[in-house]
C-alpha cells in the first residue's frame, strides 16, 4: 500500500505568487488533515476535511489560505500572494473514518518544504 | 485549549544509554496519547499510542504509559542505538465534529546518539 503523497517535496515562490501544495491520501482513508510545522517547532493543526467537505478549519488563517478535496483528485493546499512568513514544512496526514476516531493514528506524508523569496 | 509539554532538546546519549523524554499534557476530557518520531527530511511516524489511562504502549523498545493522575507520557529506552537520532513529538489527540480528531503536538526533543 502507497502511504501518503505529498507533492511537490520542495517549492520556492516569490512573494506574492500563489502556492499549490497537493496531498493524496492513502488508499481506503477519508479523511485527510493539513499541518505546518515552523522552524524549530511542532507541527500545528490546520485543517480537517472530507471528500468535498471541510469539516474543521479552526487551525487555518482567515486570509490568503484555502483548502479542499474534491471528490476525484487530491487534496490541495492554496496559498495566495504568498510572504516571507509561509516559509514552512506542510504536512498532510490521513486516517481512516471509523466509529471511534479519537485513537485512530494518522499516517503522514513526507511533506512539502515551502520557500518563499 | 489543550496543550502538549516536552522537555526540551537535544538530549546526546551514548549507545546503550537509557533514555526519557518527558511529555505532560492538558486537555479537557480523555484524550488518547501518542508519540511520533520525525527523521531528517522525512514526515512523522508513529512509534506508540495509549488511548486511556494506565495503558502503556510500547514499540521497538520504546514504551510509554498513560498516567492520568500526572498528565503525564513519558518515552522511554533502554538502551539507545545510533539509529535512534531523531526528533521525538508528543502529542494528544482531540475528537473532531465528523469523526475525525485533531492533533496537538509538543515542540518536539530532538536525541543524539554517538558512539
Known amino acids: 500500500n502507497a502511504g501518503v503523497m505529498q507533492n511537490p517535496r520542495h517549492l520556492v515562490r516569490r512573494r506574492g505568487q500563489e502556492a499549490r501544495l497537493r496531498c493524496s491520501p492513502m488508499?481506503?482513508?477519508?479523511?485527510v488533515y493539513w499541518y505546518r510545522q515552523l522552524p524549530e517547532e511542532g507541527l500545528k493543526f490546520m485543517v480537517y476535511?472530507?471528500?468535498?467537505?471541510?469539516?474543521?478549519e479552526s487551525g487555518m488563517p482567515k486570509e490568503r489560505f484555502s483548502a479542499e478535496f474534491p471528490k476525484e483528485g487530491p487534496s490541495i493546499l492554496r496559498i495566495q500572494q504568498v510572504v516571507r512568513g509561509d516559509s514552512a514544512a506542510y504536512f498532510c496526514?490521513?486516517?481512516?473514518?471509523?466509529?471511534?476516531?479519537?485513537?485512530?493514528?494518522?499516517?503522514f506524508g513526507d511533506g512539502t518544504r515551502l520557500s518563499i523569496l | 485549549g489543550d496543550s502538549v509539554t516536552q522537555m526540551e532538546g537535544p538530549v546526546t546519549l551514548s549507545e546503550e544509554a537509557f533514555l526519557t523524554i518527558n511529555c505532560t499534557y492538558t486537555?479537557?476530557?480523555?484524550?488518547?496519547l501518542f508519540w511520533y518520531v520525525q527523521y531528517p527530511g522525512e514526515g512523522l511516524q508513529l512509534l506508540l499510542k495509549?488511548?486511556?489511562?494506565?495503558d502503556k504502549g510500547s514499540n521497538k523498545g520504546f514504551e510509554a504509559t498513560y498516567r492520568k493522575e500526572t498528565t503525564s507520557f513519558h518515552l522511554e529506552k533502554g538502551s539507545v542505538q545510533v539509529s535512534d537520532s531523531a526528533v521525538y513529538f508528543c502529542?494528544?489527540?482531540?475528537?473532531?465534529?465528523?469523526?475525525?480528531?485533531?492533533?496537538?503536538f509538543g515542540t518536539g526533543t530532538q536525541l543524539k546518539v554517538e558512539l
Open positions: 496526514a490521513s486516517s481512516p473514518q471509523t466509529g471511534a476516531s479519537g485513537d485512530q493514528p494518522q499516517h
Open positions: 488508499k481506503g482513508h477519508s479523511h
Open positions: 476535511l472530507q471528500k468535498e467537505n471541510i469539516i474543521d
Open positions: 486537555a479537557t476530557g480523555y484524550p488518547s
Open positions: 495509549a488511548t486511556k489511562a494506565d
Open positions: 502529542a494528544l489527540s482531540d475528537t473532531l465534529t465528523g469523526g475525525g480528531n485533531k492533533l496537538t
